[in-house]
């Protein structure tokens, strides 16, 4: 169903994440060159989801275009409240219209990475426990099998904070003996890589852990990190999205899914003579 009113509705839980405010950016500007208007739903709960739908009922409104899912059903919730707002996701929901990069390339490609460095031991951080597995992770895993190593360790940070990704990672380096730590860690998102970086560094006692990310917010080109991460192509997605939203149209050939490996430095995991001594990130390896 194409949207008919000018007015589109942005829907996420909170605009603090750095990749939701770069997706917001994008849509907000894609938005505007279609002549559209954009209006905010911030919603951290069902209740305050519920509430804004139904202060959105008192306009027009045509589409929802999701940043991030709040909770199972709020396809349902938002269907019964505004039955005429066609929807779409930029982000993982069951039984959605969901347009996200496919992260199994990326998590390949960062496996290879990781293995030319000459790293033994591997673990993945994921925001939350899921009963599917994350796309980076499978596509991390397979590139490990390929070359006859394994994923050692899945750490979870109960959400996509950065302090408790500092928490999940200093839990882990301390109940884990030198001998046995994983050498390179790959984190579901840049923001749990950061998180875990500084546990690293924090930690000292001699532990050189490798870390990289996904989603290349600007953040990891600071010198603070030199992030090794995955640069999805939002500009791409959010058109593909729209195209999706207010022309019924799919790109089936799925080209908006691509993405870039943006190598930094931080998937060396300890300091490398060369450019890196320039940089401002090369006494905290």
Not at 55 to 62: F, H, I, M
Request: aromatic share 6%.
């Amino acid at each position: 169903m194409a949207v008919n009113s000018k007015i589109v509705g942005i829907v996420s839980d909170e605009f603090i994440n750095p990749n939701t405010v770069k997706l917001l950016n994008e849509v907000t500007r894609q938005l505007n060159e279609r002549g559209f208007i954009t209006l905010l739903l911030n919603a951290n709960s069902r209740e305050s989801f519920q509430s804004a739908l139904r202060n959105a009922a008192q306009l027009p409104v045509g589409g929802l275009v999701f940043l991030t899912s709040l909770f199972s059903d709020e396809l349902s919730v938002a269907a019964d409240i505004l039955p005429q707002a066609a929807t779409v996701h930029l982000s993982a929901s069951a039984d959605a219209n969901v347009v996200i990069a496919d992260g199994y390339d990326a998590g390949g490609e960062m496996g290879l990475l990781l293995l030319s460095q000459g790293h033994q031991r591997f673990g993945f951080m994921h925001s939350q426990e899921n009963s599917v597995p994350a796309r980076q992770m499978d596509g991390f895993v397979a590139s490990l099998q390929a070359e006859q190593k394994e994923l050692n360790i899945e750490l979870c940070a109960g959400g996509n904070d950065r302090e408790l990704a500092y928490q999940a990672m200093m839990a882990y380096l301390k109940k884990t003996r030198a001998a046995e730590r994983i050498n390179a860690l790959f984190c579901e998102s840049d923001v749990l890589a950061f998180g875990a970086l500084q546990a690293v560094r924090d930690f000292a006692q001699g532990a050189h852990v490798a870390v990289v990310g996904f989603d290349d917010v600007d953040e990891a080109r600071a010198s603070t990190w030199h992030l090794t991460s995955w640069a999805q192509r939002r500009d791409l997605l959010v058109a593909e999205a729209l195209n999706r939203l207010l022309e019924n149209r799919a790109d089936t050939s799925n080209a908006w899914q691509q993405g870039e490996l943006q190598v930094r430095h931080s998937h060396h995991g300890k300091h490398v003579p060369g450019e890196m001594s320039q940089c401002g990130c090369a006494i905290r390896h």
